[in-house]
């Protein structure tokens, strides 16, 4: 079994040696005594890999973990191809050097682990580090045996002669291998065919597992520094408001009480325990501004009144988002078009682990240190440089994990605040946001209001779609309006109408896909109803442009046995989804109570096409959730 650690790889600039599709990557080498001329001290060829003589291999990971697996996931790409016994690897967290350890984006270089993006971004290039470093290894075997390298082959940590019966393990090679400047460069096409597979889609158990059951797995939460004191911000009633003035000299008055410290948005009570913390809390009264944005805000009255006012004007600011073919043409030969509104609510994250983080300024005072679980340590880096005046190098971060996250941990607003609490005190702080202040002050999923409109041709096919989607968060409410991704749609329009209301968002588990998604499938329904068709059959004839989606179609069918006739009460409902190139279907059995209006599922069930499976646990782990 593998294991891990959460201790960071420390690598100067010159170790930062070669890359593969965007990613380099480390091997150190370490002395064994049964190869002549053995190296006894360590040699750092490059980034992502130490062989040590015992044949223990460590695997930088650069995968933040919040309970996913990808800490895990990640590097089983490598150690797939560079062909290492995965009993005999130990996980390493990638410190913040997007330059060295990010994939490959839009806008450069990331470590944000947000959008699904930890396996999908990273397979193909670790992937192809892994092999190059499989390949170099056959190669020190093969100079070291003086034959040709094209014979030989690997079973997991070992490189083989079968010509010979010759063996070395990689430990035994990294104690003579010489240091390379550049790995061997691989193609796409040297890496193996998925049928050749030992670890990717295999039954692998998690590497953080053992330490988050036996307790040692360290979160930012536990970390304990000399001289640590505790704090917690009250922020505005109305968010975004500003301190005006508070009872400070009633709060240090209180038992153990350090100070009360005002920040942007909030106060922040300082003491020596965080129960005096809480106490303090309860205690403090601020005098807020009267001048935020959200001042005054309805959430209600605005998503029922002025959204559908918005929708119902033609002159109302619009953007749009996305056009295919010409939907005003399509809508004005059709011979029959629906129209839907669907409405939903702003959504709360509600991670397990309350937001928190540690902060530690050198006795200078030009240097911090901070431990948080984050979803982007990079960017953590640049906000905390940034709020402090700080150059990026004046901040070393520690990666910890995460009780959960969703998106909301990967902006760092609340390690900020222990930041500037820590400077402004000169001591260690450990800030941890109250659940109430969590979601008081949170950053939410938008509410929104989708119009949406299908039109028929005469054939009965979906000549035309339009979406439009009303609320405040540009991006955060259009994701997941891509109905042409499984429906043979030639004409679709989708438009944003936004407005601002001074509220904090954020990216919730897909962001819009639920809701959007929710609309379209909403639309489907009806027009299956109205045209006497099985909801599935009507789906089904409009996918032949998008086979993954049909398939997935027919494998829910037979899990489901959908043509089966349901008990008395009982009903079936059924959706696709989409997301991040994965494509699903799912079947829900149902009962509904008409005099208290609650439904109950009974049984669920559901196809996914997500490709190459690399932990087929923690993908079913993942549908299950939902």
Same mark, same amino acid.
């Given at each position: 079994m593998?294991r891990?650690?959460?201790?960071?790889?420390?690598?100067?600039?010159r170790?930062f040696?070669?890359?593969?599709?965007?990613?380099?990557?480390t091997?150190?080498?370490?002395?064994?005594?049964?190869?002549?001329n053995a190296?006894t001290?360590?040699?750092t060829?490059?980034a992502w890999?130490?062989?040590a003589?015992?044949?223990?291999?460590t695997?930088?990971?650069p995968a933040?973990?919040m309970?996913?697996?990808?800490?895990?996931?990640?590097?089983?790409?490598?150690?797939?191809?560079?062909?290492?016994d995965?009993?005999?690897?130990?996980?390493e967290?990638a410190?913040a050097r997007?330059?060295?350890?990010?994939y490959s984006?839009?806008?450069?270089k990331?470590?944000?682990?947000?959008?699904?993006?930890a396996?999908?971004?990273?397979?193909?290039p670790?992937?192809?580090a892994?092999?190059?470093v499989r390949?170099?290894?056959?190669q020190?075997a093969?100079?070291?045996?003086?034959?040709?390298v094209?014979?030989?082959?690997t079973?997991?940590g070992? *490189?083989i002669?079968? @010509?010979?019966? /010759? &063996?070395?393990?990689?430990g035994q090679i =990294?104690?003579?291998?010489?240091?390379a400047s550049?790995?061997?460069?691989?193609?796409?096409?040297?890496?193996?065919a998925?049928g050749?597979?030992?670890?990717?889609?295999?039954?692998?158990?998690?590497?953080?597992?053992?330490?988050?059951?036996d307790?040692s797995?360290?979160?930012?939460?536990?970390v304990?520094?000399?001289?640590?004191?505790?704090?917690s911000?009250?922020?505005a009633?109305?968010?975004?408001?500003?301190?005006?003035?508070w009872?400070?000299n009633?709060?240090?008055?209180?038992p153990?009480v350090?100070?009360?410290?005002?920040?942007?948005?909030?106060?922040?009570v300082?003491?020596?325990?965080?129960e005096? *913390?809480?106490?303090? @809390?309860?205690v /403090? &009264?601020?005098?807020?501004?009267?001048? =935020?944005?959200?001042?005054g805000?309805?959430?209600?009255?605005?998503?029922e009144?002025?959204?559908?006012?918005i929708?119902?004007?033609?002159?109302?600011?619009r953007?749009p988002?996305?056009?295919?073919?010409d939907?005003d043409e399509?809508?004005?030969?059709?011979?029959?078009?629906?129209?839907?509104?669907f409405?939903?609510d702003?959504?709360?994250?509600?991670?397990?682990?309350p937001?928190?983080?540690v902060?530690?300024f050198?006795e200078?005072?030009?240097h911090?240190?901070?431990?948080e679980?984050t979803q982007?340590?990079d960017?953590?880096?640049?906000?905390i440089?940034a709020?402090?005046?700080?150059?990026?190098?004046?901040v070393t971060h520690?990666?910890?994990?995460?009780?959960?996250?969703?998106?909301?941990?990967?902006i760092?607003?609340?390690?900020?605040?222990?930041a500037?609490i820590a400077r402004?005190?000169?001591?260690?702080?450990?800030?941890?946001?109250?659940?109430e202040?969590?979601?008081?002050?949170?950053?939410?999923?938008?509410?929104?209001?989708?119009?949406v409109e299908a039109a028929?041709?005469?054939?009965?096919?979906?000549?035309?779609?339009?979406?439009?989607?009303?609320?405040?968060?540009?991006?955060?409410?259009?994701?997941g309006?891509?109905?042409?991704?499984?429906?043979?749609?030639?004409n679709?329009?989708?438009?944003q109408?936004?407005v601002s209301?001074g509220i904090?968002?954020k990216h919730?588990?897909a962001?819009?896909?639920?809701?959007?998604i929710f609309?379209?499938e909403?639309?489907?329904?009806?027009?299956?109803?109205?045209?006497g068709?099985?909801p599935l059959?009507?789906r089904?004839?409009?996918?032949?442009?998008?086979?993954?989606?049909?398939n997935?179609f027919?494998?829910?069918?037979?899990m489901?046995d959908?043509?089966?006739?349901?008990?008395?009460?009982?009903a079936?409902?059924?959706?696709?989804?989409?997301r991040?190139?994965?494509?699903g279907?799912?079947?829900?059995?149902?009962?509904l109570?008409?005099k208290?209006?609650k439904?109950?599922?009974h049984?669920?069930?559901?196809?996914?096409?997500?490709?190459?499976?690399?932990?087929?646990e923690?993908?079913?782990r993942?549908?299950?959730?939902?």
């Open positions: 593998s891990s650690t959460l201790a960071q790889v420390t690598l100067s600039r170790e040696l070669g890359s593969a599709a965007g990613l380099s990557f091997i150190a080498v370490a002395g064994t005594p049964t190869i002549a190296r001290s360590e040699l060829i490059n890999v130490r062989i003589p015992d044949d223990q291999i695997i930088i990971t933040a973990e309970g996913q697996g990808s800490m895990t996931g990640v590097p089983v790409a490598l150690a797939e191809e560079m062909d290492a995965w009993a005999m690897v130990t996980l967290m410190p997007p330059d060295i350890y990010g984006g839009r806008r450069g990331s470590m944000r682990i947000v959008g699904s993006r396996i999908r971004s990273y397979f193909e670790m992937r192809i892994g092999a190059r390949k170099y290894l056959m020190a093969a100079d070291e045996w003086r034959v040709d094209e014979g030989l082959i079973e997991p070992t *490189v002669d079968p @010509r010979s019966g /010759l &063996r070395l393990s990689y =990294a104690s003579f291998a010489d240091a550049e790995l061997p460069e691989v193609s796409i096409d040297e890496l193996k998925p050749s597979f030992r670890l990717i889609g295999k039954p692998l158990d998690r590497v953080d597992i053992p330490a988050k059951v307790g797995a360290m979160f930012s939460i536990d304990r520094l000399p001289k640590l004191v505790y704090a911000t009250v922020h009633p109305v968010q975004l408001a500003e301190p005006l003035s009872n400070e009633e709060v240090r008055a209180l153990g350090i100070g009360a410290i005002p920040l942007q948005h909030g106060v922040a300082v003491a020596d325990s965080f005096q *913390v809480l106490l303090a @809390r309860k /403090l &009264r601020v005098q807020w501004s009267d001048q =935020a944005a959200a001042e805000y309805d959430s209600v009255k605005t998503l009144q002025d959204y559908t006012s929708i119902a004007d033609d002159d109302a600011p953007t988002v996305a056009t295919i073919g939907v399509a809508f004005a030969s059709a011979s029959r078009t629906y129209k839907s509104s409405s939903s702003y959504a709360y994250h509600a991670q397990m682990e937001l928190n983080a902060a530690r050198n200078a005072g030009d911090v240190e901070i431990w679980g982007a340590p960017d953590s880096v640049k906000m440089a709020a402090l005046g700080f150059r990026p190098d004046q520690h990666q910890q994990y995460m009780g959960g996250a969703f998106g909301r941990r990967s760092t607003d609340y390690t900020i605040e222990a500037l402004a005190i000169n001591r260690p702080v450990k800030m941890i946001w109250t659940r202040e969590d979601l008081a002050f949170g950053m939410f999923r938008p509410q929104s209001l989708q119009c028929l041709d005469t054939k009965g096919n979906i000549s035309g779609w339009r979406h439009c989607v009303v609320g405040d968060g540009g991006s955060l409410l259009y994701s309006i891509n109905p042409e991704l499984y429906y043979d749609i030639p679709t329009l989708v438009e109408r936004g209301h904090r968002l919730w588990r962001v819009a896909h639920p809701f959007n609309a379209i909403g639309l489907v329904d009806e027009m299956a109803a109205d045209a068709l099985d059959e009507f089904r004839a409009r996918m032949s442009l998008t086979p993954k989606a049909a997935t027919n494998t829910v069918e037979k489901s959908w043509h089966k006739p349901r008990d008395k009460g009982r079936l409902g059924l959706s696709v989804t989409e991040s190139g994965s494509l279907a799912g079947v829900v059995e149902i009962s109570d008409v208290r209006g439904i109950r599922v049984k669920v069930w559901l196809a996914v096409d997500g490709g190459i499976i690399v932990q087929p923690m993908a079913r993942n549908i299950e959730s939902g």
